[in-house]
């Protein structure tokens, strides 16, 4: 299919790289209008660049760091002053590995500032437009970890559950002006976040990433990682008008691993 978010403007968070460039790929292929963000100014204009020369679509860059208040209201600002954002999707995001007791504060800290307070700032920045116009879809990327626990891993998945508690709190508030809210949980998507978090996983453990990746691998019903693409193509349906009576929900894409 093509065109289905024709004629919408969609800001991407955390898009220069992995799921987010994926998600920026596919919703540009369906004929939206994106604002990409990430930090990283340089890498993020070559993406926007790439894409231009891509899609006859209009692509805007808007490097800031997302889990800070202030270059949250300015980015929407500057986008919202040139048009206006029909789809939000709350994609930037980190991850660090570490025993409960080995977590400094500042690292559980700054997970959760960069995951769940970025989620805060950017949404409650968009939303009085939104809210004016009684339309708009907001897309939060949490994970399989929003759902379950794992080791070594407290600060991620904590990030992860609250970004699954405040869809559900968001679907319940919003709906009432017509905008819808869901989640996505992938399990392992091959991205640089996924390199970082194995070799961390690897050492923590005390196993080689071979072992660890082989493993891990194992437990899946499909044996093998998930591409972004098969990411973004949820984010696209979630974006567009066949979604228009899902709400609240959080979405796993992990072929099969969980059932719940
Ligand atoms: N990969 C997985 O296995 C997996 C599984 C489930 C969920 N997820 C979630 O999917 C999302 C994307 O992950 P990914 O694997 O694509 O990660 P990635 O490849 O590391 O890309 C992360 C993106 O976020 C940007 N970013 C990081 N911190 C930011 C900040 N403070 N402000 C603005 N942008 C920031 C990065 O660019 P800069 O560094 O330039 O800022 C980059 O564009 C994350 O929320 C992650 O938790 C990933």
New binding site residues.
């Given amino acids: 299919m093509v065109d289905r978010l024709k004629g919408k403007t969609a800001l991407i968070?955390?898009?220069?790289?992995?799921?987010?460039y994926s998600i920026a790929e596919s919703f540009a292929m369906e004929g939206a209008n994106i604002a990409l963000?990430?930090?990283?100014p340089v890498?993020?204009e070559q993406t926007a660049s790439a894409l231009r020369e891509s899609y006859d679509v209009k692509v805007s860059s808007h490097a800031?760091?997302?889990?800070h208040r202030a270059p949250v209201d300015a980015m929407i600002a500057e986008i919202e002053g040139d048009g206006q954002i029909d789809i939000l999707v709350n994609?930037?995001?980190?991850?660090m590995a570490a025993s409960f007791l080995d977590y400094s504060f500042e690292d559980f800290k700054n997970v959760l500032e960069?995951?769940v307070y970025?989620v805060f700032h950017v949404t409650q920045a968009a939303l009085p437009k939104m809210i004016e116009r009684k339309a708009g879809r907001i897309i939060n990327?949490a994970?399989t970890a929003g759902k379950w626990g794992s080791r070594n891993q407290s600060a991620y998945n904590a990030s992860k559950h609250a970004m699954v508690g405040i869809t559900r709190c968001l679907a319940l508030e919003l709906a009432p002006y017509n905008i819808l809210t869901n989640a996505i949980c992938?399990?392992?998507?091959e991205?640089?976040?996924?390199d970082s978090f194995m070799a961390q996983h690897s050492d923590a453990a005390g196993v080689s990433l071979e072992t660890l990746q082989s493993n891990l691998k194992n437990t899946v019903p499909i044996k093998r990682w998930i591409q972004?693409e098969e990411v973004a193509n949820l984010a696209v349906f979630l974006g567009s008008d066949e979604s228009s009576y899902i709400n609240g929900q959080a979405w796993n894409v992990d072929g099969g691993y969980t059932m719940i």
């Fill in positions: 968070t955390g898009a220069s790289r992995g799921i987010g963000n990430a930090r990283d890498r993020l800031c760091d997302v889990s994609n930037a995001g980190i991850h960069v995951n970025s990327m994970s992938p399990w392992v998507v991205t640089d976040l996924a972004p």
